[in-house]
Protein backbone atom coordinates (compact mmCIF):
# COMPACT_ATOMS: atom_id res chain seq x y z
CA UNK A 1 0.00 0.00 0.00
CA UNK A 2 2.69 2.63 0.86
CA UNK A 3 5.00 1.62 -2.28
CA UNK A 4 1.82 1.90 -4.03
CA UNK A 5 0.88 5.63 -2.72
CA UNK A 6 4.54 6.92 -3.38
CA UNK A 7 4.28 6.18 -6.62
CA UNK A 8 1.20 7.91 -7.25
CA UNK A 9 2.71 11.07 -5.71
CA UNK A 10 5.52 10.69 -7.99
CA UNK A 11 3.00 10.44 -10.73
CA UNK A 12 1.30 13.67 -9.88
CA UNK A 13 4.58 15.50 -9.23
CA UNK A 14 5.80 14.72 -12.75
CA UNK A 15 2.20 16.32 -14.24
CA UNK A 16 2.30 19.21 -11.36
CA UNK A 17 6.39 19.54 -13.40
CA UNK A 18 4.88 18.97 -16.68
CA UNK A 19 1.92 21.73 -16.71
CA UNK A 20 4.61 24.36 -14.76
CA UNK A 21 7.09 23.69 -17.28
CA UNK A 22 4.24 24.28 -20.33
CA UNK A 23 3.02 26.88 -18.18
CA UNK A 24 5.98 28.56 -18.36
CA UNK A 25 6.65 27.69 -22.11
CA UNK A 26 3.24 29.44 -22.64
CA UNK A 27 4.21 32.55 -20.63
CA UNK A 28 7.65 32.69 -22.37
CA UNK A 29 5.90 32.50 -25.57
CA UNK A 30 3.04 35.45 -24.87
CA UNK A 31 6.19 37.68 -23.06
CA UNK A 32 8.84 36.91 -26.36
CA UNK A 33 5.46 37.97 -28.98
CA UNK A 34 4.67 41.01 -26.75
CA UNK A 35 8.10 42.01 -27.07
CA UNK A 36 8.44 41.42 -30.43
CA UNK A 37 4.81 43.48 -30.71
CA UNK A 38 6.70 46.28 -28.92
CA UNK A 39 9.91 46.17 -30.97
CA UNK A 40 7.61 46.03 -34.26
CA UNK A 41 5.47 49.07 -33.04
CA UNK A 42 8.53 50.76 -31.42
CA UNK A 43 10.26 50.66 -34.68
CA UNK A 44 7.40 52.05 -36.63
CA UNK A 45 6.78 54.96 -34.27
CA UNK A 46 11.13 55.60 -35.37
CA UNK A 47 10.08 55.60 -38.45
CA UNK A 48 6.86 58.17 -38.71
CA UNK A 49 8.98 60.24 -36.17
CA UNK A 50 11.78 60.46 -38.64
CA UNK A 51 9.30 61.24 -41.25
CA UNK A 52 8.01 63.98 -39.33
CA UNK A 53 11.21 65.50 -38.22
CA UNK A 54 12.22 65.48 -41.90
CA UNK A 55 9.36 67.53 -43.04
CA UNK A 56 9.30 70.25 -40.50
CA UNK A 57 8.09 73.37 -41.74
CA UNK A 58 8.87 75.86 -38.63
CA UNK A 59 7.82 79.21 -39.64
CA UNK A 60 11.68 80.09 -39.37
CA UNK A 61 12.06 77.89 -42.55
CA UNK A 62 8.77 79.01 -44.18
CA UNK A 63 10.61 82.58 -44.04
CA UNK A 64 13.70 81.01 -45.81
CA UNK A 65 11.52 79.26 -48.65
CA UNK A 66 9.83 82.62 -48.79
CA UNK A 67 13.10 84.98 -49.58
CA UNK A 68 15.00 82.01 -51.56
CA UNK A 69 11.41 82.23 -53.49
CA UNK A 70 11.93 85.94 -54.05
CA UNK A 71 15.91 85.63 -54.83
CA UNK A 72 14.87 83.22 -57.56
CA UNK A 73 12.21 85.12 -59.25
CA UNK A 74 15.04 88.29 -59.63
CA UNK A 75 16.87 86.00 -61.16
CA UNK A 76 14.53 84.67 -63.39
CA UNK A 77 13.78 87.94 -64.58
CA UNK A 78 17.38 89.06 -65.07
CA UNK A 79 17.99 86.46 -67.26
CA UNK A 80 17.03 83.04 -69.15
CA UNK A 81 18.36 80.18 -67.83
CA UNK A 82 19.17 82.65 -64.44
CA UNK A 83 17.32 80.86 -62.31
CA UNK A 84 15.15 77.07 -62.20
CA UNK A 85 11.95 79.52 -62.82
CA UNK A 86 11.77 80.57 -65.98
CA UNK A 87 9.83 83.51 -65.17
CA UNK A 88 8.01 83.67 -68.78
CA UNK A 89 6.36 86.60 -70.13
CA UNK A 90 2.63 86.10 -71.35
CA UNK A 91 2.34 89.17 -72.98
CA UNK A 92 -0.84 89.86 -70.97
CA UNK A 93 -0.46 93.08 -70.07
CA UNK A 94 -4.39 93.59 -69.53
CA UNK A 95 -6.72 91.63 -67.52
CA UNK A 96 -10.73 91.28 -68.05
CA UNK A 97 -12.60 93.94 -65.29
CA UNK A 98 -16.57 93.57 -65.45
CA UNK A 99 -17.53 96.07 -68.58
CA UNK A 100 -17.01 93.46 -71.56
CA UNK A 101 -19.78 92.81 -73.10
CA UNK A 102 -20.41 90.52 -75.83
CA UNK A 103 -20.29 86.93 -76.96
CA UNK A 104 -16.46 85.69 -76.58
CA UNK A 105 -15.35 81.89 -77.45
CA UNK A 106 -12.14 79.80 -75.74
CA UNK A 107 -10.83 76.87 -77.28
CA UNK A 108 -9.07 74.60 -74.09
CA UNK A 109 -6.74 72.18 -75.54
CA UNK A 110 -4.18 70.43 -72.96
CA UNK A 111 -5.11 66.20 -73.48
CA UNK A 112 -6.53 63.66 -75.25
CA UNK A 113 -9.96 65.99 -75.15
CA UNK A 114 -10.59 69.61 -76.18
CA UNK A 115 -12.91 72.36 -75.06
CA UNK A 116 -14.80 74.81 -76.75
CA UNK A 117 -16.82 77.50 -74.59
CA UNK A 118 -18.75 80.37 -75.23
CA UNK A 119 -19.56 82.74 -72.95
CA UNK A 120 -21.76 86.01 -72.97
CA UNK A 121 -20.74 88.91 -71.43
CA UNK A 122 -23.44 91.94 -69.65
CA UNK A 123 -21.08 94.10 -68.59
CA UNK A 124 -22.24 96.13 -65.69
CA UNK A 125 -19.69 95.00 -63.20
CA UNK A 126 -18.43 90.57 -63.33
CA UNK A 127 -21.61 89.50 -64.86
CA UNK A 128 -21.60 86.55 -67.44
CA UNK A 129 -25.07 85.95 -68.54
CA UNK A 130 -24.72 82.27 -70.15
CA UNK A 131 -21.62 79.82 -70.44
CA UNK A 132 -21.91 76.70 -72.74
CA UNK A 133 -18.83 74.13 -72.73
CA UNK A 134 -18.82 71.40 -75.45
CA UNK A 135 -16.35 68.88 -74.98
CA UNK A 136 -14.59 66.72 -77.82
CA UNK A 137 -12.51 63.50 -77.54
CA UNK A 138 -9.38 63.91 -80.15
CA UNK A 139 -8.94 60.67 -82.20
CA UNK A 140 -6.02 58.74 -81.28
CA UNK A 141 -4.01 58.62 -84.44
CA UNK A 142 -4.94 62.41 -85.35
CA UNK A 143 -2.30 62.80 -81.65
CA UNK A 144 0.17 61.35 -84.32
CA UNK A 145 -0.21 62.70 -87.61
CA UNK A 146 -0.12 66.51 -89.51
CA UNK A 147 -0.70 69.53 -87.84
CA UNK A 148 -2.41 70.50 -91.01
CA UNK A 149 -4.80 67.44 -89.68
CA UNK A 150 -5.02 68.10 -86.35
CA UNK A 151 -5.89 71.59 -85.87
CA UNK A 152 -7.86 70.98 -89.54
CA UNK A 153 -10.17 68.60 -87.31
CA UNK A 154 -10.47 70.69 -84.54
CA UNK A 155 -11.10 74.03 -86.84
CA UNK A 156 -14.32 71.40 -87.95
CA UNK A 157 -15.49 71.03 -84.85
CA UNK A 158 -15.25 74.37 -83.32
CA UNK A 159 -16.95 75.65 -86.70
CA UNK A 160 -20.03 72.89 -86.20
CA UNK A 161 -20.35 74.24 -82.88
CA UNK A 162 -20.40 77.80 -83.73
CA UNK A 163 -22.84 77.21 -86.43
CA UNK A 164 -25.23 75.15 -84.07
CA UNK A 165 -25.38 78.29 -81.57
CA UNK A 166 -25.71 81.10 -83.88
CA UNK A 167 -28.05 78.97 -85.34
CA UNK A 168 -29.93 78.36 -81.86
CA UNK A 169 -29.99 82.30 -81.23
CA UNK A 170 -30.82 83.08 -84.53
CA UNK A 171 -27.83 85.46 -85.67
CA UNK A 172 -24.33 85.54 -86.21
CA UNK A 173 -21.50 87.67 -84.86
CA UNK A 174 -19.55 90.14 -87.60
CA UNK A 175 -15.82 89.47 -85.62
CA UNK A 176 -15.60 86.35 -83.57
CA UNK A 177 -12.86 86.58 -81.27
CA UNK A 178 -11.11 83.25 -79.60
CA UNK A 179 -9.06 83.14 -76.53
CA UNK A 180 -6.75 79.89 -76.73
CA UNK A 181 -5.62 77.75 -73.84
CA UNK A 182 -2.34 75.58 -74.69
CA UNK A 183 -1.08 73.80 -72.40
CA UNK A 184 2.04 72.48 -73.88
CA UNK A 185 5.49 74.42 -73.67
CA UNK A 186 5.29 77.41 -75.43
CA UNK A 187 7.63 79.93 -75.87
CA UNK A 188 5.65 83.44 -76.81
CA UNK A 189 6.51 86.36 -78.79
CA UNK A 190 3.19 88.10 -78.64
CA UNK A 191 -0.01 88.24 -77.03
CA UNK A 192 -1.36 85.66 -79.71
CA UNK A 193 1.75 84.15 -81.02
CA UNK A 194 3.89 81.20 -79.81
CA UNK A 195 6.21 78.45 -80.91
CA UNK A 196 6.24 75.20 -79.73
CA UNK A 197 9.07 74.14 -77.78
CA UNK A 198 7.92 70.22 -76.88
CA UNK A 199 5.16 67.97 -77.24
CA UNK A 200 3.92 66.22 -74.28
CA UNK A 201 0.46 64.24 -72.72
CA UNK A 202 1.16 61.51 -75.85
CA UNK A 203 1.10 64.04 -78.63
CA UNK A 204 4.10 63.59 -80.95
CA UNK A 205 3.36 65.66 -84.17
CA UNK A 206 6.90 66.37 -85.92
CA UNK A 207 5.76 68.89 -88.03
CA UNK A 208 4.46 71.33 -85.24
CA UNK A 209 7.57 71.36 -84.21
CA UNK A 210 9.63 75.29 -84.05
CA UNK A 211 6.17 76.83 -85.38
CA UNK A 212 3.94 79.17 -84.66
CA UNK A 213 0.80 77.18 -82.65
CA UNK A 214 -1.48 80.37 -82.95
CA UNK A 215 -0.89 80.32 -87.05
CA UNK A 216 -1.41 76.67 -87.53
CA UNK A 217 -4.82 77.00 -85.51
CA UNK A 218 -5.59 80.60 -87.85
CA UNK A 219 -4.88 78.55 -90.74
CA UNK A 220 -7.00 75.68 -89.99
CA UNK A 221 -10.16 77.92 -89.04
CA UNK A 222 -9.35 80.06 -92.74
CA UNK A 223 -9.46 76.83 -94.15
CA UNK A 224 -13.01 76.26 -92.64
CA UNK A 225 -14.19 79.08 -93.59
CA UNK A 226 -14.74 80.10 -90.03
CA UNK A 227 -14.60 83.69 -89.04
CA UNK A 228 -12.83 84.18 -85.69
CA UNK A 229 -9.32 85.95 -84.68
CA UNK A 230 -7.32 83.56 -82.08
CA UNK A 231 -7.41 86.81 -79.74
CA UNK A 232 -4.75 85.29 -76.88
CA UNK A 233 -2.54 82.48 -76.28
CA UNK A 234 -2.82 81.44 -72.49
CA UNK A 235 -1.96 78.82 -69.91
CA UNK A 236 -4.20 77.55 -67.26
CA UNK A 237 -2.57 79.94 -64.94
CA UNK A 238 -2.97 82.86 -66.90
CA UNK A 239 -6.61 81.95 -67.27
CA UNK A 240 -7.37 81.31 -63.73
CA UNK A 241 -5.82 84.89 -62.80
CA UNK A 242 -8.15 86.45 -65.98
CA UNK A 243 -11.11 85.08 -64.00
CA UNK A 244 -10.13 86.35 -60.85
CA UNK A 245 -9.79 89.32 -61.70
CA UNK A 246 -12.49 89.56 -63.73
CA UNK A 247 -14.39 88.76 -60.27
CA UNK A 248 -12.34 91.25 -58.04
CA UNK A 249 -10.20 93.74 -59.00
CA UNK A 250 -7.61 93.05 -56.25
CA UNK A 251 -6.59 90.19 -57.81
CA UNK A 252 -2.76 89.98 -58.71
CA UNK A 253 -1.69 86.27 -58.64
CA UNK A 254 -2.82 82.85 -59.57
CA UNK A 255 -2.50 79.71 -58.30
CA UNK A 256 -2.57 76.23 -59.22
CA UNK A 257 -2.84 73.06 -57.33
CA UNK A 258 -4.15 70.23 -58.54
CA UNK A 259 -2.23 67.18 -60.61
CA UNK A 260 0.22 69.51 -61.22
CA UNK A 261 0.76 73.30 -59.66
CA UNK A 262 1.90 76.36 -61.17
CA UNK A 263 1.90 80.53 -60.56
CA UNK A 264 1.72 83.41 -62.14
CA UNK A 265 1.40 87.21 -61.27
CA UNK A 266 1.21 91.01 -61.91
CA UNK A 267 4.80 92.34 -62.68
CA UNK A 268 6.27 95.83 -63.17
CA UNK A 269 7.37 96.03 -66.53
CA UNK A 270 10.54 98.08 -65.69
CA UNK A 271 11.51 94.89 -63.37
CA UNK A 272 11.94 92.50 -66.69
CA UNK A 273 15.72 93.33 -66.63
CA UNK A 274 15.80 90.24 -68.97
CA UNK A 275 13.78 92.16 -71.48
CA UNK A 276 15.03 96.24 -71.18
CA UNK A 277 12.91 98.70 -73.05
CA UNK A 278 10.03 96.37 -72.90
CA UNK A 279 6.42 98.72 -72.96
CA UNK A 280 3.01 98.33 -72.44
CA UNK A 281 0.26 100.48 -71.99
CA UNK A 282 -0.56 99.40 -68.36
CA UNK A 283 3.11 99.22 -67.16
CA UNK A 284 2.64 95.82 -66.15
CA UNK A 285 2.83 92.46 -67.05
CA UNK A 286 1.53 89.20 -65.80
CA UNK A 287 5.02 86.58 -65.54
CA UNK A 288 4.25 82.85 -65.89
CA UNK A 289 6.57 81.55 -63.55
CA UNK A 290 6.49 77.83 -63.86
CA UNK A 291 7.04 77.09 -60.30
CA UNK A 292 7.31 73.75 -60.01
CA UNK A 293 10.75 73.70 -61.12
CA UNK A 294 11.48 76.05 -58.06
CA UNK A 295 14.48 74.90 -55.48
CA UNK A 296 16.30 75.82 -52.58
CA UNK A 297 18.40 73.62 -50.24
CA UNK A 298 15.69 74.90 -47.54
CA UNK A 299 13.07 72.52 -48.92
CA UNK A 300 12.66 70.04 -46.01
CA UNK A 301 13.53 67.30 -48.12
CA UNK A 302 13.59 63.92 -46.90
CA UNK A 303 15.30 60.14 -48.49
CA UNK A 304 11.72 59.43 -49.65
CA UNK A 305 12.09 62.70 -52.30
CA UNK A 306 15.31 61.93 -53.36
CA UNK A 307 14.21 57.85 -53.90
CA UNK A 308 10.92 59.58 -55.59
CA UNK A 309 13.04 61.61 -57.85
CA UNK A 310 15.40 59.59 -58.48
CA UNK A 311 12.76 56.46 -59.67
CA UNK A 312 11.29 59.78 -62.02
CA UNK A 313 11.09 60.54 -65.83
CA UNK A 314 12.07 64.12 -65.23
CA UNK A 315 15.26 63.17 -62.58
CA UNK A 316 15.97 66.97 -60.81
CA UNK A 317 13.95 68.65 -62.71
CA UNK A 318 10.32 69.99 -60.77
CA UNK A 319 11.66 69.71 -57.35
CA UNK A 320 8.90 72.15 -56.03
CA UNK A 321 6.26 70.13 -57.75
CA UNK A 322 7.20 66.71 -56.26
CA UNK A 323 6.64 68.01 -52.99
CA UNK A 324 3.24 69.96 -53.27
CA UNK A 325 1.14 69.06 -56.15
CA UNK A 326 -1.42 65.74 -56.68
CA UNK A 327 0.87 63.75 -58.45
CA UNK A 328 3.04 62.94 -55.94
CA UNK A 329 1.87 63.19 -52.32
CA UNK A 330 0.29 59.87 -52.73
CA UNK A 331 2.97 58.44 -53.83
CA UNK A 332 5.06 60.02 -51.01
CA UNK A 333 2.80 58.22 -48.65
CA UNK A 334 2.83 54.81 -50.04
CA UNK A 335 6.77 55.09 -50.03
CA UNK A 336 6.92 55.97 -46.04
CA UNK A 337 3.79 52.99 -44.93
CA UNK A 338 5.68 50.44 -47.51
CA UNK A 339 8.85 51.49 -45.53
CA UNK A 340 7.13 50.67 -42.18
CA UNK A 341 5.75 47.54 -43.67
CA UNK A 342 9.00 45.72 -44.43
CA UNK A 343 10.69 46.94 -41.48
CA UNK A 344 8.23 46.88 -38.77
CA UNK A 345 5.75 44.26 -39.79
CA UNK A 346 2.66 46.03 -38.32
CA UNK A 347 0.77 45.74 -41.41
CA UNK A 348 1.12 41.85 -41.19
CA UNK A 349 1.63 39.82 -44.53
CA UNK A 350 2.05 42.79 -47.35
CA UNK A 351 1.44 41.79 -50.72
CA UNK A 352 3.37 43.49 -53.44
CA UNK A 353 0.23 46.19 -53.78
CA UNK A 354 1.79 48.30 -51.34
CA UNK A 355 5.19 47.96 -53.01
CA UNK A 356 3.82 49.15 -56.32
CA UNK A 357 4.48 52.55 -57.38
CA UNK A 358 1.68 55.08 -57.77
CA UNK A 359 -0.66 52.19 -56.13
CA UNK A 360 -1.81 54.83 -53.70
CA UNK A 361 -3.47 58.16 -55.16
CA UNK A 362 -3.37 61.42 -53.79
CA UNK A 363 -7.52 61.53 -53.22
CA UNK A 364 -7.30 58.61 -51.60
CA UNK A 365 -4.59 59.48 -49.55
CA UNK A 366 -6.78 63.10 -48.86
CA UNK A 367 -10.05 60.91 -47.59
CA UNK A 368 -7.94 58.90 -45.43
CA UNK A 369 -6.42 62.09 -43.94
CA UNK A 370 -10.23 63.32 -43.52
CA UNK A 371 -11.77 60.12 -42.45
CA UNK A 372 -13.25 61.68 -38.91
CA UNK A 373 -15.01 58.44 -37.96
CA UNK A 374 -14.40 56.73 -34.71
CA UNK A 375 -13.24 53.52 -35.99
CA UNK A 376 -11.75 55.07 -38.96
CA UNK A 377 -13.95 53.08 -41.40
CA UNK A 378 -12.57 55.08 -44.52
CA UNK A 379 -9.32 54.04 -43.74
CA UNK A 380 -9.70 50.62 -43.10
CA UNK A 381 -11.68 50.46 -46.66
CA UNK A 382 -8.89 51.98 -48.86
CA UNK A 383 -6.34 50.02 -47.06
CA UNK A 384 -7.85 46.97 -47.57
CA UNK A 385 -9.87 47.46 -51.39
CA UNK A 386 -6.71 49.36 -52.65
CA UNK A 387 -3.63 48.24 -50.71
CA UNK A 388 -5.20 44.78 -50.44
CA UNK A 389 -3.68 45.07 -46.31
CA UNK A 390 -6.77 42.87 -44.61
CA UNK A 391 -7.46 43.38 -40.94
CA UNK A 392 -5.68 46.29 -39.73
CA UNK A 393 -6.49 47.17 -36.13
CA UNK A 394 -7.58 51.08 -35.33
CA UNK A 395 -3.72 51.45 -33.59
CA UNK A 396 -2.45 51.09 -37.33
CA UNK A 397 -4.79 53.14 -38.97
CA UNK A 398 -4.37 55.96 -36.62
CA UNK A 399 -0.58 55.59 -37.58
CA UNK A 400 -1.93 55.39 -41.49
CA UNK A 401 -3.63 59.12 -40.79
CA UNK A 402 -0.44 60.37 -39.41
CA UNK A 403 1.43 59.56 -42.20
CA UNK A 404 -1.37 61.52 -44.54
CA UNK A 405 -1.32 64.22 -42.26
CA UNK A 406 2.52 65.02 -42.49
CA UNK A 407 2.93 64.61 -45.88
CA UNK A 408 -0.22 67.29 -46.88
CA UNK A 409 0.79 69.61 -44.23
CA UNK A 410 4.36 69.59 -45.77
CA UNK A 411 2.60 70.27 -49.02
CA UNK A 412 0.69 73.07 -47.82
CA UNK A 413 2.95 75.30 -45.56
CA UNK A 414 4.78 75.09 -48.60
CA UNK A 415 2.57 76.67 -51.18
CA UNK A 416 1.47 78.99 -48.24
CA UNK A 417 5.38 80.27 -48.40
CA UNK A 418 5.53 80.19 -52.26
CA UNK A 419 2.25 82.01 -52.29
CA UNK A 420 3.63 84.45 -49.77
CA UNK A 421 7.00 84.87 -51.86
CA UNK A 422 5.25 86.23 -54.67
CA UNK A 423 3.19 88.69 -52.43
CA UNK A 424 6.69 89.87 -51.19
CA UNK A 425 8.10 90.54 -54.64
CA UNK A 426 5.79 92.89 -55.48
CA UNK A 427 5.09 94.35 -51.97
CA UNK A 428 1.91 93.19 -50.86
CA UNK A 429 3.63 91.46 -48.13
CA UNK A 430 3.31 94.40 -45.83
CA UNK A 431 7.34 94.77 -45.26
CA UNK A 432 8.29 97.01 -48.32
CA UNK A 433 6.77 99.67 -50.50
CA UNK A 434 4.03 97.80 -53.13
CA UNK A 435 3.55 98.11 -56.72
CA UNK A 436 1.25 100.62 -56.27
CA UNK A 437 3.55 103.03 -54.91
CA UNK A 438 1.46 102.98 -51.71
CA UNK A 439 3.97 103.78 -48.76
CA UNK A 440 5.38 101.04 -46.32
CA UNK A 441 2.92 99.74 -43.52
CA UNK A 442 -0.27 100.91 -45.98
CA UNK A 443 -1.80 97.89 -46.51
CA UNK A 444 -3.38 96.70 -49.17
CA UNK A 445 -6.36 94.03 -50.11
CA UNK A 446 -4.81 91.89 -52.03
CA UNK A 447 -6.70 88.08 -53.49
CA UNK A 448 -4.55 85.48 -54.92
CA UNK A 449 -6.97 83.13 -57.35
CA UNK A 450 -6.83 79.63 -56.18
CA UNK A 451 -7.70 76.62 -59.23
CA UNK A 452 -7.17 72.71 -59.02
CA UNK A 453 -8.54 69.66 -57.43
CA UNK A 454 -5.74 69.10 -55.12
CA UNK A 455 -6.83 72.73 -53.26
CA UNK A 456 -10.72 72.74 -54.01
CA UNK A 457 -11.66 69.16 -52.82
CA UNK A 458 -9.48 69.04 -49.60
CA UNK A 459 -10.22 71.00 -46.65
CA UNK A 460 -7.48 70.58 -44.46
CA UNK A 461 -5.26 71.30 -46.78
CA UNK A 462 -6.93 74.23 -47.30
CA UNK A 463 -6.74 74.95 -43.72
CA UNK A 464 -2.79 73.96 -43.51
CA UNK A 465 -2.43 76.65 -46.25
CA UNK A 466 -4.26 79.61 -44.35
CA UNK A 467 -2.80 78.62 -41.06
CA UNK A 468 0.64 78.70 -42.33
CA UNK A 469 0.02 82.21 -44.32
CA UNK A 470 -1.00 83.52 -40.71
CA UNK A 471 1.92 82.73 -39.18
CA UNK A 472 4.39 84.37 -41.57
CA UNK A 473 2.63 87.12 -42.05
CA UNK A 474 1.14 87.78 -38.64
CA UNK A 475 -1.19 90.90 -38.56
CA UNK A 476 -0.95 91.25 -42.52
CA UNK A 477 -2.82 88.29 -43.41
CA UNK A 478 -5.83 89.80 -42.56
CA UNK A 479 -5.06 91.60 -45.93
CA UNK A 480 -4.79 88.48 -48.08
CA UNK A 481 -7.18 86.41 -49.72
CA UNK A 482 -7.46 83.36 -51.49
CA UNK A 483 -10.48 82.80 -53.91
CA UNK A 484 -11.35 79.85 -55.34
CA UNK A 485 -11.91 79.96 -59.43
CA UNK A 486 -13.80 77.17 -61.32
CA UNK A 487 -12.79 76.67 -65.09
CA UNK A 488 -9.82 79.47 -65.45
CA UNK A 489 -8.65 77.58 -68.34
CA UNK A 490 -11.65 77.73 -70.38
CA UNK A 491 -13.73 81.01 -69.53
CA UNK A 492 -10.61 82.79 -68.36
CA UNK A 493 -9.06 82.52 -71.99
CA UNK A 494 -12.16 83.68 -73.12
CA UNK A 495 -12.72 86.49 -70.61
CA UNK A 496 -8.75 87.66 -71.85
CA UNK A 497 -10.06 87.44 -74.94
CA UNK A 498 -12.89 89.71 -74.53
CA UNK A 499 -10.25 92.30 -72.44
CA UNK A 500 -8.11 91.95 -75.02
CA UNK A 501 -10.58 92.94 -77.54
CA UNK A 502 -12.19 95.64 -76.11
CA UNK A 503 -11.25 99.55 -76.49
CA UNK A 504 -11.69 100.04 -72.98
CA UNK A 505 -8.39 97.71 -71.44
CA UNK A 506 -8.32 97.36 -67.72
CA UNK A 507 -4.75 98.45 -66.48
CA UNK A 508 -3.19 96.55 -63.98
Not at 9 to 36: E, P, Q
Not at 264 to 286: F, H, P, W
Not at 465 to 479: F, K, R, S, T
Request: glycine share 10%; charged share 25%; hydrophobic share 40%.
Amino acid sequence: MGGGGGGGRGVWFGVAAGCAAAACVIAAALVSRRVRSHRRWQRAAELVAEFEEGCGTPVGRLKQVVDAMVVEMHAGLASDGGSKLKMLLTYVDSLPHGSEKGIYYALDLGGTNFRVLQVQLGGKGSNILKQKVEKQPIPQELMTSTCEKMFGFIASKLKQIVEEDEESREGTIETRALGFTFSFPVKQSSVSSGVLMKWTKGFSIEDAADRDIVACLQEALTKEGLNMQVAVLVNDTVGTLALGHYHDRDTVAAVIIGTGTNACYVERTDAIIKYQGLLTNSGSMVINMEWGNFWTSHLPRTSYDVELDEDSLNRTDQGFEKMISGMYLGEIARRVLFRIAVESEVFGDVGSKLSQPFALSTPLMATMHEDESADLREVKRIVEQTLQIPDIPLKTRRLVVKVCDIVSRRAARLVAAGIVGILKKIGRDGSGPSTSGRPKGQLMRTVVAVEGGLYEGYSMFRDYVDEAIVEILGDVAQNIFLKTTVDGSGTGAALLAAAHLSNRKSYI
